[in-house]
C-alpha cells in the first residue's frame, strides 16, 4: 500500500514559517547577546569547555579501539589534554574568555592585513575599495581588541557573536519569507 507524499509546497510554506521563527529567535538572542556581552561571552566559552571535554571523552573511548598498546596510550594522552584544558575553562571561564577575545584581535589583524594586500593585488577593479574599506575596519577592531585586552573581554566576543546572531537572523526571516512568497505563487499561479 502506497503513502501518499505531502504536498511540496505546503512543506515549503511550512518551512517557511518554521524559519521566519527561528530567524526571529535568532535576532531576540543577538538583541540579548549584545545587551549583556559578557554573559554572551560566559556562555560561548561554557559551551566551547563542555566541547572540550566531550571530544576528550571520545577520545578516551576510541583509544580502547586502537590497535596497539604505543597508539592507545597516545591516544590517551591526547584524550586527557581535551579533558584538561576543557575542565580549565569551566573552573576559570573569563580566563577561557581572555584568550579567546587575544585570538579574535589576532584573527581579526591577520584578516585586515591580508585584506588590505587582497585590495592591492585586485585595486584596478571595480569595487575592490571596499575591500581595502573592510581591510582596513578590520584591522581597527583587531587594533582595538588587543589595545585594550584583556578588558575588551568584557565585550568583544559577546557583541560580535550577537551582531553575527541578529544578521543571521535577518537573513534566514528574509529567505524564509521569499520562499513562502515563491510557494504562494507557485500555489495560486
Given at each position: 500500500m502506497a503513502t501518499a507524499l505531502p504536498n511540496p509546497l505546503a512543506v515549503v510554506k511550512e518551512a517557511s514559517r518554521w524559519g521566519v521563527l527561528w530567524g526571529v529567535l535568532l535576532v531576540l538572542f543577538g538583541m540579548l547577546a549584545i545587551g549583556e556581552p559578557f554573559i554572551a561571552a560566559l556562555a560561548l566559552a561554557t559551551f566551547i569547555a563542555w566541547l572540550l571535554v566531550l571530544v576528550g571523552a571520545v577520545h578516551a573511548v576510541l583509544a580502547f579501539h586502537a590497535h596497539s598498546g604505543s597508539r592507545t596510550g597516545w591516544k590517551l594522552l591526547v584524550a586527557l589534554a581535551y579533558?584538561?584544558?576543557?575542565?580549565?575553562?569551566?573552573?576559570?571561564?573569563?580566563?577561557?574568555?581572555?584568550?579567546?577575545?587575544?585570538?579574535?584581535?589576532?584573527?581579526?589583524?591577520?584578516?585586515?592585513?591580508?585584506?588590505?594586500?587582497?585590495?592591492?593585488?585586485?585595486?584596478?577593479?571595480?569595487?575592490?575599495?571596499?575591500?581595502?574599506?573592510?581591510?582596513?575596519?578590520?584591522?581597527?577592531?583587531?587594533?582595538?581588541?588587543?589595545?585594550?585586552?584583556?578588558?575588551?573581554?568584557?565585550?568583544?566576543?559577546?557583541?560580535?557573536?550577537?551582531?553575527?546572531?541578529?544578521i543571521s537572523g535577518v537573513t534566514r526571516v528574509m529567505l524564509s519569507l521569499a520562499a513562502g512568497k515563491v510557494a504562494e505563487k507557485l500555489a495560486s499561479g
Open positions: 579533558v584538561f584544558i576543557g575542565s580549565c575553562l569551566l573552573i576559570q571561564p573569563v580566563l577561557g574568555i581572555a584568550a579567546l577575545t587575544l585570538l579574535l584581535g589576532f584573527l581579526f589583524f591577520v584578516e585586515g592585513v591580508l585584506d588590505v594586500m587582497l585590495w592591492w593585488k585586485a585595486r584596478a577593479v571595480d569595487g575592490a575599495f571596499w575591500i581595502l574599506v573592510d581591510g582596513v575596519i578590520t584591522l581597527v577592531l583587531g587594533g582595538m581588541i588587543y589595545e585594550h585586552w584583556p578588558s575588551s573581554s568584557v565585550w568583544a566576543i559577546g557583541t560580535l557573536v550577537g551582531i553575527s546572531l541578529i
